[in-house]
């Protein structure tokens, strides 16, 4: 069986191809950074366009010599996320799933990044928790089974990869901050900065980063004039920071729930810092972690391709629009 996978629900574009004894046979991606980073981050109606001018290309891609005849289901990101975005998609979907009398499954991308690594490996052993952490979502998941989510932490401000993005472009960095912060990080002493360590001790697993970018701010209109080396401290006390708030959650998370295993995914866990952090865990806690590959970590469209093929019990022929900009993964 094939699946087709669609994602649309921020700034990539990408389709990807599913086949349930092969695993990915094919796979387009195309993302719109160049285009949002003059803002600083995405520009939700320049990205409705984009989507739309290029879908059929990244289609056409994806495809390669497989014939649209052999698509069995067509699985699409139906939210969380921008609504316009996500239309575009939707539409499409209902468009090819018109054409080649095939069925859809809506799916939601939180739920396809928590299965993304298993994509490779094909052997999913719950239970787990993940870390989700990307330019929209900070999130600490249980996941006892499939379909058994639960979420044990949440930013109640900006998502983490939103906090490098800002503060990035605070000391004058190039969006996407995320690596740019950890580029510049490597020159800066992280103790130069004292940041607040945001609910660092508070009796839960909820984040907020709202304040800690305030307090770079603070710190940047306080300086005459910005240089290399200034920067560089900045971005390395901040990401200090970030990662020791992200650290002591997951910390607690693992050791309250007793669960054995982790996945790190999202944007942000590419961030070396936080990767060497989780490895000294790792050991001291004796537990698994997993990682996506790195095409896999960001957003995707194999992640909701292969989602779509463990729910074909949910393919329906059905036109409704399922779009929905706010979904949560326990619903
Ligand atoms: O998952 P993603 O590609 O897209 C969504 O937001 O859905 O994540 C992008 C976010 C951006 O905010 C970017 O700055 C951040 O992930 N990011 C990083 C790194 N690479 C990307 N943050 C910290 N360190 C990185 N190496
Ligand atoms: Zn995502």
Redesign the pocket.
């Known amino acids: 069986m094939i699946t087709l996978g669609i994602e649309t629900?921020?700034?990539?574009t990408a389709i990807a191809l599913y086949d349930s004894d092969k695993g990915l046979v094919g796979e387009s991606v195309f993302s719109q950074i160049e285009l949002h980073s003059e803002y600083g981050g995405v520009i939700p109606e320049l990205a409705s366009r984009d989507h739309c001018q290029r879908i059929i290309q990244i289609y056409n891609q994806a495809l390669g010599a497989i014939d649209p005849s052999e698509i069995d289901y067509i699985a699409y990101t139906a939210g969380p996320g921008l609504l316009g975005t996500l239309l575009i998609g939707e539409n499409f979907a209902q468009g090819l799933a018109i054409a080649l009398n095939k069925p859809l499954i809506p799916v939601n991308h939180l739920e396809a990044h928590l299965m993304a690594p298993f994509l490779s490996t094909g052997d999913i052993s719950f239970p787990f928790l993940t870390l989700l952490v990307?330019?929209?979502?900070s999130l600490i998941i249980d996941v006892e089974a499939f379909n058994k989510y639960k979420i044990l932490g949440q930013s109640r401000d900006d998502?983490?990869?939103?906090a490098?993005?800002k503060v990035?472009k605070l000391i004058g960095l190039g969006y996407?901050?995320?690596?740019e912060?950890?580029k510049i990080s490597k020159n800066g002493d992280f103790k130069k900065f004292d940041f607040p360590q945001p609910m660092l001790h508070s009796p839960n697993y909820d984040f907020s980063f709202s304040g800690l970018k305030t307090a770079v701010l603070y710190t940047v209109q306080g300086i005459q004039e910005m240089d290399n080396q200034i920067q560089a401290d900045i971005a390395a006390s901040f990401q200090h920071v970030v990662t020791e708030v992200l650290i002591k959650k997951v910390t607690k998370a693992l050791e309250d729930t007793g669960r054995k295993s982790i996945v790190m995914t999202?944007?942000?866990a590419?961030?070396?810092l936080?990767r060497d952090k989780i490895t000294v865990l790792r050991d001291k806690l004796n537990i698994n972690v997993l990682y996506p590959p790195l095409a896999h970590?960001?957003?995707n469209a194999a992640m909701v391709a292969y989602l779509g093929s463990l729910k074909y019990d949910q393919a329906e022929y059905n036109l409704f629009s399922q779009a929905r900009p706010r979904w949560s993964l326990e619903s």
Do not use: M, Q, R, Y
Request: with cysteine; aromatic share 4%.
């Open positions: 629900s921020c700034d990539e990307s330019g929209g979502h998502a983490v990869g939103e490098f993005d990035a996407p901050g995320g690596p912060i950890e999202g944007g942000v590419a961030n070396k936080l970590c960001t957003d």
